[in-house]
Nanobody, 117 residues
Framework: QVQLVESGGGLVQTGGSLRLSCAAS????????MYWYRQAPGSQRELVAL???????NYASLVKGRFTISRDDVKNTAYLQMNSLKPEDTAVYYC???????????WGQGTQVTVSS
């Protein structure tokens, strides 16, 4: 069982930056692919970025070049650095850990990001 706790959300102006953290306990994150998703009011949850155990990354087109996903398996934490934020980035951001062999997945409770215009 993996417990995930996100932090780092908040209110920021357009063009600002935030760094989200996803701290894991209960298992070693090296076994998992890490994802960041987001969900805006009235919208479906969408994938923002992922990072494999080997460090390979992939980004949604809307955030490519502005967001950077990373992981520190010693600290058992994943991160999402968000730069040049836009009002349309406003959403609840969730991290997800998916076991790279068995597919079991775990979710955090989410952290609110609000970008004011």
């Amino acid at each position: 069982q993996v417990q995930l706790v996100e932090s780092g959300g908040g209110l920021v102006q357009t063009g600002g930056s935030l760094r989200l953290s996803c701290a894991a306990s209960g298992s070693n994150l090296i076994l998992y692919v890490m994802y960041w998703y987001r969900q805006a009011p009235g919208s479906q949850r969408e994938l923002v970025a992922l990072i494999t155990a080997g460090g390979g990354t992939n980004y949604a087109s809307l955030v490519k070049g502005r967001f950077t996903i990373s992981r520190d398996d010693v600290k058992n934490t994943a991160y999402l650095q968000m730069n040049s934020l836009k009002p349309e980035d406003t959403a609840v951001y969730y991290c997800c850990a998916r076991h790279r062999a068995y597919g079991a997945e775990y979710w955090g409770q989410g952290t609110q990001v609000t970008v004011s215009s």
